[in-house]
């Protein structure tokens, strides 16, 4: 073998030191273009292949360097050695600066306070966990930051997850078959956070709790109920609750999030004429039921106030506070009938067929109905471009009651 080949062999080694690990990076983090390809089944096994590729191109490279590198010339010798530089320099990169569970944390210590103690501005918006009589917020510019939080409630291991790049919180049972799993946050494919199960090794949509690649394809985690709001409403129906306190360590990572749960995307961009208007980071409400499912528009019930409609058999009412922080998906049959609600200027909430009064948590505190209770239905609020893609059968209500399918948009 020549010189001449055997220098190759030595550029093949630092392709293999390169390439694998920069398509991966690009793959599962949000790099334009990189998030719209159906291509997570590629970036799974890549992963599981990246560090082969790496030592057998590192060896080629090594064995170079050892038998013939003194006989290169001074021009070939820089090339070579800018060449590894360069690997340092993309390493980095893709397995430090771009590594989405070195970016994204989760805290060194989940440490919790009661509303006394609490140090967390009772403005901010939480997801909020009850089981077993305990109750705990999480806020969402931590957990946001964190993206997962693997913790109890009321001696029930949880996994709350929250997603920025989709605005999507979800809480899951992390049991699988009777087994507590460790999960590590993966990547993202579609803008959703990817997470991966210690055991297996499978690969789990957060948005959906869904397994898409791995051992496990096809399961779904246990999702649990759980309550979007902010805290200050949280604590008027949970006053004895725990909230989760900031992790001083990430105080500039939480800094980064400042606003995150005030304002939509829309309102910030000024090319953007019609603020109604319909965009992929434009805010819906999500609702799943009897298998069917449908979107809000965020700032059309905003304007309205309240919504009452329905979905497959159920008779819902949605709404979303003056405040634009608050929403709620109530079910609005009582005693085997569905009632219409209104709300006056001064937000008193009553129905039409009797005249009695609710509150948001969908008792009724006056009235002909009073101690009756509305069942509250799960919904999320969510990216308009996340629900879409992670529900494509959906409707959508975009506001003067009318219910478009994704088909007519």
């Not at 964190?146 to 109890?152: A, P």
């Not at 709001?229 to 980064?256: G, V």
């Not at 709300?343 to 006056?366: F, H, I, Q």
Request: aromatic share 12%; hydrophobic share 40%.
């Amino acid at each position: 073998m020549t010189i001449k080949n055997k220098s190759r062999l030595f550029w093949i080694g630092i392709l293999m030191l390169l390439i694998p690990g920069l398509v991966h990076a690009y793959l599962l983090m949000p790099f334009p273009g990189s998030q719209d390809l159906e291509a997570i089944t590629v970036s799974y096994y890549l992963e599981k292949i990246v560090l082969p590729l790496r030592i057998f191109g590192g060896g080629l490279v090594l064995w170079y360097l050892i038998v013939f590198f003194s006989k290169d010339t001074r021009w070939q010798m820089m090339r070579k050695v800018v060449a590894l530089l360069v690997c340092v320099v993309i390493y980095c990169i893709t397995d430090v600066q771009y590594k989405a569970e070195k970016m994204f944390e989760e805290p060194h210590a989940v440490v919790f306070a009661n509303a006394l103690q609490n140090k967390v501005p009772q403005g901010y918006v939480i997801l909020g966990v009850v089981h077993n009589g305990v109750a705990k917020a999480y806020p969402l510019v931590y957990l946001g930051y964190h993206h997962k939080v693997q913790d109890n409630v009321g001696n029930e291991p949880v996994l709350v997850t929250y997603c920025t790049m989709c605005r999507t919180g979800r809480v899951y049972s992390p049991l699988i078959n009777g087994k507590r799993e460790n999960f590590r946050l993966v990547g993202a494919r579609h803008y959703n956070a990817v997470i991966e199960d210690e055991s297996t090794g499978s690969w789990w949509y957060q948005a959906t709790g869904k397994a898409a690649v791995g051992k496990l394809k096809g399961s779904s985690l246990q999702e649990l109920n759980y309550e979007q709001t902010t805290l200050e409403a949280w604590l008027q129906r949970h006053p004895e609750s725990l909230i989760m306190q900031p992790d001083n360590f990430f105080a500039k990572d939480y800094a980064d999030l400042k606003n995150y749960d005030r304002r939509q995307p829309v309102d910030k961009d000024s090319l953007l004429k019609n603020k109604d208007s319909l965009v992929r980071k434009s805010w819906v409400i999500g609702v799943i039921t009897n298998g069917k499912e449908k979107a809000y528009d965020w700032r059309a019930l905003h304007k309205q106030g309240i919504l009452n409609d329905s979905l497959g058999k159920a008779s819902l009412l949605i709404s979303v506070e003056r405040d634009s922080l608050n929403f709620h998906v109530l079910n609005r049959v009582v005693d085997n009938k569905p009632l219409h609600f209104s709300l006056s200027s001064a937000d008193v909430l009553t129905d039409t067929e009797t005249g009695s009064v609710w509150n948001w948590d969908g008792l009724c505190t006056g009235g002909k109905l009073k101690g009756k209770q509305l069942t509250v239905v799960q919904a999320y609020q969510e990216y308009w471009h996340s629900w879409h893609h992670f529900h494509p059968a959906t409707t959508l209500w975009h506001g003067n009651n009318v219910a478009l399918h994704l088909a007519k948009l």
